[in-house]
């Protein structure tokens, strides 16, 4: 006989009665559970339905609702067991509930961009909220909540993009519009006004490329009718320095209607745009400014081409990237260049992979859990795996004996080594442009990544490919450090890392975008054959 006390059964909650199912327009008054992943508030709703009171389930999906909060939702859609919905009214609050700053929220006809889903929760518990998400999502895969350090919170939660990107179109009235896409939408786009999370020294040129556009009467590129010419708007603003950069990529043709007739793009249209922003650069007080026109050749059937033309030396900005120590790295940033779109967040996030890697040291450790690897040996020699234009493996390089880079694109590969020879770290740092599998087939592979102390991987969003985990399995290094920008991906990445004999030492949040569900992640895992170190 079992010594164990009877289970009880769980209590299902009260079920409403309704008529009929949700209906788009419809409104209900709920009680918020959580977020989801994307910023939604999260509500079941159990009913009974019909005459007949058929019992139904349904999981409310309601856009701009917080945990706790009492709301009215209107809904916008129901698929299968799942309704979307908007908040039409706030019975009763959440203590994080702020007013947002963005002045497109509420811009009929369109939504907003939906780029800043969380711009009406208290910046100082956005990120309490998504490190819970986070906990939970590891918890299932058996990482414990005592692997998590705190959080890296943002310090500038407001102006901190350093790169913008705009799209020419025409707004409901037919004019001329730059802006972004709202929520949804590919074709249309709403006219900015301001976006709070960029810098500001980006919105003279916005203003000024419209302004200049629009007296031109300049057609936008109509993607759907396959012509036009204004394509985009590309602004990017350093932070350890004043430089600017402005690009405007154009559909690659050769003469345009305009107010004064058909006029030629290459130089007289694009002259003319140059002349309007170094204008601009010069009434905002912003001399170090790189203007570029870029034109964007695409037809069928054969491969995408961009031509860049720059009307101004030395054709890129230059930034500052502080380490730790007092440490400085410049990075040259030309149009493709990439680098963090935060770039006072990204002197963060390199110093929490630097303490990850053990190749540096925080003056607040204390040897504990504070501090990742610290009972292991600096690492000696670095291998930066896909590592594109080289930034982390360059930060490393001031801290490590030997740092090798190896990326199949020649671009990135030509600009780390820029960079390395600019900052002086040449002599420390490889970059090999290759395959990473075939060169681990060859001589030079094996002896140029094996005996890596630690291997750094910053992969996209899609994570690690199935032949990413051959070559990690390859190179056998004792200590792993992943820098991931979708922790869905990491989630998934990870049993097939354990499958290799790594387990996770210790996982860090950087907040990276702040108003945003976003979060950076750094997970350090090591062998299992040198966890006792």
């Known amino acids: 006989m079992s010594t164990h006390p009877p289970r009880e059964e769980a209590t299902p909650p009260a079920a409403e009665a309704w008529a009929h199912a949700p209906r788009a327009g419809e409104t209900r008054a709920l009680r918020i559970e959580t977020l989801d992943s994307d910023g939604s508030g999260i509500a079941h709703v159990h009913a009974a339905v019909g005459g007949e009171a058929q019992a139904r ?40 509930r702020v007013r947002p700053r963005c002045a497109h929220l509420d811009h009929p006809p369109y939504p907003p961009c939906g780029g800043c889903t969380l711009q009406h929760v208290d910046p100082d518990q956005q990120g309490a909220l998504k490190s819970a998400h986070l906990v939970k999502l590891f918890a299932s895969l058996g990482v414990e909540a005592s692997r998590w350090l705190p959080s890296q919170p943002a310090t500038l939660p407001w102006g901190y993009r350093n790169k913008i990107e705009l799209t020419f179109s025409t707004d409901p009235q037919g004019d001329l519009a730059l802006g972004f896409f709202p929520r949804g939408y590919r074709n249309e786009v709403f006219p900015l006004q301001a976006c709070e999370i960029a810098s500001p020294r980006m ?78 650069a010069r009434e905002s007080g912003l001399d170090q400014t790189q203007v570029f026109v870029t034109r964007h050749r695409a037809r069928r059937g054969e491969p995408t081409q961009r031509f860049e033309r720059a009307f101004t030396t030395p054709g890129h900005l230059d930034e500052v990237l502080r380490l730790p120590d007092g440490k400085t790295l410049t990075f040259a940033i030309q149009p493709r260049t990439f680098f963090q779109t935060n770039s006072s967040q990204a002197a963060i996030l390199v110093a929490t992979v630097l303490r990850h890697a053990g190749l540096w040291r925080a003056p607040t450790d204390d040897g504990g859990n504070a501090h990742p690897s610290s009972g292991a040996q600096r690492p000696h020699r670095v291998v930066d795996l896909y590592c594109g234009t080289g930034t982390l493996g360059l930060c490393a390089a001031h801290y490590a004996g030997e740092v090798i880079g190896v990326d199949i694109v020649p671009s990135a590969i030509e600009d780390a080594q820029r960079n390395a020879t600019r900052n002086g770290l040449a002599g420390r740092t490889t970059w090999i442009c290759a395959d990473v599998g075939p060169f681990l087939a060859t001589n030079e592979g094996r002896r140029s990544l094996g005996g890596a102390d630690v291997v750094i991987l910053d992969p996209p969003r899609e994570g690690l490919l199935r032949v990413a985990l051959e070559h990690l399995r390859a190179i056998a290094a004792p200590r792993l450090v992943l820098v991931s920008c979708n922790p869905t991906s990491l989630a998934r990445d990870l049993p097939g890392l354990a499958a290799l004999g790594y387990e996770v030492e210790a996982m860090e949040a950087v907040d990276m975008f702040p108003h945003t569900t976003h979060l950076e992640v750094v997970c350090s895992l090591v062998l299992r054959s040198t966890c006792a170190r």
């Open 203 to 280: 919105a003279p040129f916005v203003r000024a490329t419209q302004a200049w556009a629009r007296d031109e009467a300049l057609p936008p590129f109509q993607l759907r009718a396959g012509h036009g010419w204004l394509r985009n708007l590309v602004v990017r603003a350093a932070f350890g320095t004043e430089d600017l950069l402005v690009e405007l990529i154009v559909d690659d043709v050769d003469h345009v209607d305009t107010a004064d007739g058909s006029r030629r793009c290459a130089d007289e249209l694009s002259c003319a745009f140059a002349e309007r922003m170094l204008a601009t």
């Open 57 to 96: 389930r349904w999981r409310w999906v309601v856009e701009g609702a917080l945990p706790g909060e009492q709301v009215v939702a209107r809904v916008e859609a129901r698929r299968g067991k799942r309704v979307f919905a908007k908040v039409e009214g706030v019975v009763a609050a959440s203590p994080m």
